[in-house]
């Protein structure tokens, strides 16, 4: 095998920059010259090789690997720095050739952490730019490849500190450079987690092109925290402390992205900086939504972060509770308006909350229980209405209670959890303004639209629950003459049990007809129900909620009448028997766990 072949297809195929070089072979003997290292050898197998096959140097020198190589990317790649010196001093231009991936053979020794390869390069750089036209008006430590990764790039990635510290004292403003991923050779030291290439790395600041506030992708911090790097955090603080002012594209700080991605330590670690730190105000910096970092604690359900602002030592000089948002509202309000009963239960249980911030209105007049109750949520509803220190006579700015906000819900699909919210609120004593729901009723010259897309939905619902309550009905009246262990026949010796069940003195077969009989009237009344709310539009028979609450009934009647009856028939066998009631009650307890 005399030379190294290279398919043309598919060296185009992977992105060759320089499609001058695809097809070029480069010669074998060269290449094992170069793995050798010796600089003597390798001039003499040049010289012998250009003779043989009649090839000017240049020519011999435009031969590549299946890769793309160069010789000079070969012996960077191998570190042979005597025969990289040798290639410099005869065929300069090879120092900006690019190989399949794009990369020069600076990018090459940078990922091989050929400390003193990536030395010599950038010296033979230094002294041949200015000789040739083609490396004039370049950088080679700007140079990029197929993924935009500079020579910084690739040496962050190795972990070699003695390579980054080389290329970075040959050009520190590379270090904000971005790859075709907007990440910066800075951005990725921390996601490397190497602290001393970061130390070295942050050294340089922000460029005065690219202000804080434009950024965000390139921000060191914001990728610390994206990537839960405790160390790196603690790290950027203490070197460049003013980047925990950098800001997203929604005005979100360092201390507002923990928060938004749950990051409970890098929180931690921003809010004490903010704490000790007089000049650092990020705490009570707001978003372009005008939400602090509290108010997203509280709207993401972060109950440990929200502790944070309320722990005695904590040193957090303001009340929570007067730090509104844009509407007015306090951070009860917003977590009861997002559901988020953990720290709804936390706030109502905490010292700090007075009175007059669980009754606290916003801007139209809401309380955090009318929030609450207009979004449906009866977890949150009863935490509220439960508190005695909750006044449930509050109206808001269009005269509603919480009461009349649930009562006026329309969405047919959650019929039901509306329907719990009233009950809630109702149990709990909240006043329903009935003359305000008649002035609230939907007018003639509503969009007929609306009206259809409203009946369409409730009627589907309806005929899906007629359907499954007819199925119910139908299995549970012929299990009524099917019993388990089957009949006594007709020709029976004994006259008195001709036709009778064969179980029919066992305790097993006693819950089976008691459930059978639920299951069977259970879903008769729900197909009653429903069929007769088809034609009858009283307020009993059109509400979904009791046929629903009877196929409910039935569902839980028809698992109990089937585990009695299987149990009946394996009785025989202890260890299965035993097994069907575990598996029945496990799934039992689930499905009611489930439903509430």
């Not at 490849?145 to 403003?173: M, R």
């Not at 951070?331 to 007059?356: F, M, P, Q, S, W």
């Amino acid at each position: 095998m005399d030379q190294l072949r290279i398919d043309v297809d598919t060296a185009s195929q992977v992105g060759l920059l320089h499609k001058e070089i695809v097809g070029k072979a480069m010669i074998y003997k060269l290449y094992e010259a170069v793995k050798e290292g010796h600089g003597a050898s390798f001039v003499m197998v040049l010289k012998q090789q250009s003779e043989e096959n009649k090839l000017r140097l240049s020519d011999v020198f435009d031969k590549v690997t299946i890769a793309g190589d160069s010789l000079l990317h070969v012996a960077a790649d191998l570190g042979k720095e005597m025969i990289v010196g040798r290639i410099c001093d005869l065929f300069p231009l090879l120092l900006i050739r690019r190989n399949v991936r794009g990369d020069t053979p600076l990018h090459v020794a940078a990922r091989s952490k050929k400390y003193e390869t990536v030395k010599l390069i950038l010296s033979q750089y230094a002294t041949k730019q200015s000789t040739y036209d083609e490396m004039k008006d370049k950088k080679i430590t700007r140079e990029t490849n197929e993924c935009g990764n500079t020579p910084l790039h690739e040496a962050v990635y190795s972990g070699d500190v003695d390579v980054v510290k080389e290329i970075f004292d040959q050009d520190k403003a590379v270090v904000h450079c971005l790859n075709k991923s907007k990440r910066s050779p800075l951005c990725s030291a921390v996601v490397n987690g190497n602290e001393q290439i970061l130390s070295l790395l942050l050294q340089i600041p922000l460029p005065a092109d690219q202000p804080l506030s434009q950024c965000r992708r390139s921000s060191p911090l914001h990728t610390a925290i994206q990537h839960q790097k405790r160390v790196m955090i603690q790290a950027i603080i203490e070197i460049r402390p003013e980047l925990v002012y950098l800001r997203d594209e929604d005005g979100n700080t360092p201390l507002h992205y923990a928060v938004d991605i749950g990051y409970v330590d890098g929180f931690r670690i921003l809010f004490k900086n903010s704490l000790l730190n007089k000049l650092d105000q990020t705490a009570l910096e707001r978003n372009k939504k005008g939400h602090l970092p509290l108010h997203l604690a509280c709207k993401r359900g972060c109950v440990e972060m929200v502790k944070e602002f309320f722990e005695p030592g904590s040193g957090w000089p303001i009340n929570p509770y007067v730090l509104l948002n844009q509407k007015g509202q306090n951070i009860l309000h917003i977590a009861a308006k997002n559901g988020r009963d953990n720290v709804v239960e936390y706030l109502l249980g905490n010292c700090n909350t007075g009175d007059l911030h669980i009754n606290q209105k916003d801007y139209d007049g809401n309380t955090p229980l009318h929030l609450a109750s207009k979004n449906l949520f009866q977890q949150v509803i009863s935490l509220i209405t439960e508190d005695k220190r909750t006044d449930l006579n509050l109206t808001n700015e269009d005269g509603l209670t919480a009461g009349d906000i649930s009562k006026t819900f329309e969405h047919p699909m959650l019929r039901g959890r509306e329907i719990l919210s009233m009950e809630l609120s109702k149990g709990a004593g909240v006043p329903v303004n009935h003359m305000l729901h008649s002035q609230r009723q939907p007018q003639p010259e509503k969009d007929t639209s609306d009206f259809q897309r409203k009946s369409l939905s409730e009627k589907d619902t309806r005929e899906a629950f007629l359907i499954v309550a007819a199925l119910l009905m139908t299995v549970s009246f012929a299990a009524g003459f099917t019993v388990p262990g089957g009949l006594y026949s007709s020709d029976d010796p004994n006259p008195k049990i001709r036709g009778t069940a064969v179980f029919a003195g066992d305790p097993g077969f006693w819950i089976f007809i008691i459930f059978n009989t639920i299951t069977m009237y259970s879903s008769a009344m729900a197909c009653g129900l429903l069929s007769v709310g088809i034609v009858n539009q009283s307020k009993l028979t059109r509400n979904i909620h009791f046929p629903h609450l009877f196929l409910t009934c039935a569902f839980l009647a028809a698992s109990v009448a089937f585990l009695s009856a299987v149990a009946l028939v394996v009785a025989s066998n202890r260890l299965l028997a035993g097994a069907t009631i575990l598996i029945g009650a496990f799934h039992y307890i689930l499905y009611i766990f489930l439903i509430k």
